[in-house]
Every structure is written in C-alpha cells, then in structure tokens.
C-alpha cells in the first residue's frame, strides 16, 4: 500500500511539473505584442531610460502606418530629439531601410512604410534623448 501511495504521490508531482512547465513555454512563446480587435498590432517596449507604446496599423501585409508614444520609467511623456523604426523580416533576414519617425505632438511620433510582408517580424526603434542620450529597443511584431 505504501508502494501504491508513494507512486500516486509522485505521478502527481510529475503531472504538476508538466502542468507548470506548460504554464510556462505557452507565457515564454507567446510574442510581445498582441493584434487588437480593429486589425492593429500593439506592443510595448522599454529599457532603464525609456518605453514606447508601439501601435502597427493596420496589422496585415501591405502599407502601414507606425504610431510611438514616448514615455520615461515613471509613465510620464517623454521628448525625443529623433526616432527612426527598423523593420527586419526574421524568416528571410530582409532588413528594410530605417525610417526617420515624424514628430506627433510633444511624445509621439509616426511612421509610414510602403510595405510590409505576411510573416515574423523585427521592430527597432532608435531614440535619441539628447545629443549625448540614445536609446535602442526592439521588439517581435506578427503581420497578417
């Protein structure tokens, strides 16, 4: 009988590490940045200095649009001198020229690109602070 519980016991403990273990891979796998109901794709990015709210919309091939919000670590606006966008395609390496972001208001800026093929992509964003302060962060993106 002691048998019997002992194995009981430890089938359960091994079903919970599978069941823990799988927790864990279907958080780790899934990318950073999530589609949203109206077809865009939505991802935040950050690092010790800086965080961006990055909206691709629409979030399929074809020409999109690229929208940044700015923040500092404390979640209050902040103002860039320059951003520039990277976009690198994983599955082929193809990496597309940088595009310098337009300004939009004190911490948001935009971006157009021509377009954009179904599949993984790489999203870059440069931001320069200040002359001596710059900033580089990069991020999975999905396109449709």
């Known amino acids: 009988m002691k048998q019997i519980k002992s194995l009981m016991s430890s089938n359960r403990t091994i079903a919970g590490l599978v069941f823990a273990m799988t927790a864990l891979l279907s958080v780790a796998a899934t990318p950073l940045a999530a589609a949203t109901d109206d077809d865009s794709f939505f991802t935040h990015l950050h690092t010790e200095k800086a965080m961006a709210n990055v909206t691709v919309s629409p979030g399929r091939a074809g020409p999109v649009e690229i929208a940044i919000q700015l923040e500092t ?3 209050t606006p902040l103002s860039a001198k320059a951003v520039s966008v990277t976009l690198v ?3 082929t390496g193809r990496k597309l020229a940088p595009v310098e972001a337009s300004r939009d ?10 377009q954009l093929t179904p599949g993984r992509w790489t999203l870059g964003l440069g931001i320069s602070i200040s002359e001596a302060d ?8 999905l396109i449709k």
């Open 73 to 75: 670590t404390d979640e």
């Open 89 to 91: 395609d994983t599955q």
């Open 105 to 114: 208001g004190e911490d948001g800026w935009r971006v157009k690109v021509a």
């Open 134 to 141: 710059h900033v580089s962060v990069e991020s999975p993106i």
